[in-house]
């Protein structure tokens, strides 16, 4: 991402901001994996969405029209040593000069300068809730700055949630933003592709785990953006099921969910074919149920149409469909009115997407399904699950779980599927895996 990007980024929140106002946005705390190893470290999406800076211990502050620096980074000194040990440092002259900042202070000079940085304003954009020690530290300075109000200092009068403006703005994407995207479906696609060729009867779901990552990270994505799914038979009708620990069978299905992060932008696909590589009759009527449930939703991502129209249209087709197979009994209007579909298709068909999987932005405005807009970003993924002992369900059903999900983005004539490089036809996928 290009530093000007995230300079656009500042500039258009500063200006929702208005002036006698700061924000202020800490990133992620290094977190603890065992004794003295930390997890392998990832910035807040907020904070690396206006800064492009990944290095834990530092915090983001802004204050429209100071005269000094309207962009001040906290972060860590340059120390030699740690260097050694941890890796190198941007110090404060690095902020400045490598990402963007008008000035910059250690992170450990915090307490000291900051408090003076907030007498000065009136409102305070902040995010409360996310990280409970900052929002500590952020009180006890207000409240001093209040106490002392009789020396002349008024400091903060009200407290902004900064997301509310942050999320919306990262709701849609920006060119740089969707070629990031772009990349990674890529990535994952040709992950997929690695899994279909290596998934075959006897097997271990850990294995075909291990070709997913390797391949993305053999293509430049080191992290995923999610565990990854890997289920056989039963397993596939767990929804997040990522124990990935059993070993697959001749004639059940498997079921992948799996995405990488590149530069902090995730993808989020699923696929789920027949581990020998053949669909039987049975998986088959299911498995092109579930397609023609995704395709309807898929037409339904067009500008105008609100968000819940392209699920409305994948529980359509899934009832019927249901119904015609004898999985469900009864008139459609009558089973969809009941919600008796959730029985086999309990979820969503999407969510929207972006620097986190499951990404911010607000599904209704004013208690009503928003209106979709280009440059959003989304999932379609309808599913079908129906595990041993559903009752009233022929066995021949049982133990087949069916989700297929892709990447789409909101433009003007409709939508692009940015995951549209992995196939998903039976022909296709039979193709594929008898290579």
């Known amino acids: 991402m290009l530093a000007s990007e995230f300079k656009r980024r500042r500039r258009e929140l500063m200006r929702m901001m208005g002036s006698d106002s ?75 000069s490598d990402y963007g ?15 003076r940085m907030l007498e000065q304003c009136e409102r305070v ?8 020690r900052f929002d500590k530290r952020l009180s006890e300075w207000i409240n001093t700055i209040r106490s002392e109000s009789r020396s002349g200092m008024h400091g ?55 070709e997913f990552v390797h391949e993305c990270s053999h293509l430049g994505a080191k992290a995923q953006a999610y565990p990854p799914i890997v289920g056989a038979g039963a397993n596939a009708c767990t929804l997040h ?33 027949p581990v020998n590589g053949r669909f039987s009759e049975t998986q ?39 119904v015609k197979l004898g999985i469900l009994k009864g008139l459609v209007a009558k089973l969809i009115r009941e919600e008796k579909y959730k029985t086999f298709f ?19 405005v004013d208690g009503a399904w928003r209106l979709l807009e280009p440059g959003m970003a989304l999932t379609i993924e309808p599913g079908i699950y129906i595990p041993a002992g559903s009752k009233g369900v ?8 069916i989700r297929i999900e892709d990447d789409v983005v909101v433009t003007k004539e409709g939508c692009e599927i940015l995951t549209k490089d992995l196939p998903k036809s039976v022909e296709e996928i039979e193709s594929i895996m008898g290579a």
Request: proline share 6%.
């Open 394 to 401: 022929a066995k021949k059903w049982w133990n087949i779980g």
């Open 156 to 210: 903060p009068v009200e407290i902004i949630a900064l997301d509310h403006y942050l999320h919306e703005m990262r709701l849609f994407k920006s060119r740089s933003e969707l070629k990031a995207m772009r990349q990674a479906a890529r990535i994952s696609a040709k992950a997929h592709k690695k899994v279909m060729l290596a998934c075959e009867p006897g097997v271990w779901e850990y294995q075909l785990e291990a």
């Open 284 to 322: 088959r009527l299911l498995y092109e149920l579930v397609l023609a449930a995704q395709d309807a939703a898929i037409a339904k991502v067009n500008p105008g149409n609100h968000w819940n129209d392209p699920h409305d249209a994948a529980v359509r087709v899934i009832t019927r469909g249901l």
């Open 346 to 364: 309990p979820h969503r068909t999407g969510h929207w997407i972006g620097m986190d999987v499951h990404d911010v932005g607000d599904y209704k």
């Open 241 to 273: 099921y990522i124990d990935n620990r059993d070993k697959v069978e001749d004639k059940q299905m498997l079921l992948i969910d799996a995405g990488c992060e590149l530069d902090c932008y995730a993808s989020d696909i699923t696929r789920a074919y």
């Open 22 to 96: 700061i924000a202020i946005l800490p990133t992620a705390p290094l977190l603890i994996r065992s004794r003295d190893v930390h997890y392998p470290y990832r910035p807040d999406s907020d904070f690396y969405y206006l800064t492009g800076f990944p290095e834990p211990e530092a915090a983001l502050v802004l204050i429209p029209g100071r005269k000094q620096a309207e962009y001040i980074l906290f972060n860590r000194e340059r120390d030699p040593a740690k260097e050694l040990w941890d890796g190198f440092r941007a110090g404060q002259e690095g902020a400045c």
């Open 101 to 115: 900042a008008d000035d910059s202070f250690p992170i450990g000079d915090l307490d000291d300068i900051l408090p």
């Open 125 to 132: 954009f902040y995010v409360m809730g996310c990280n409970p």
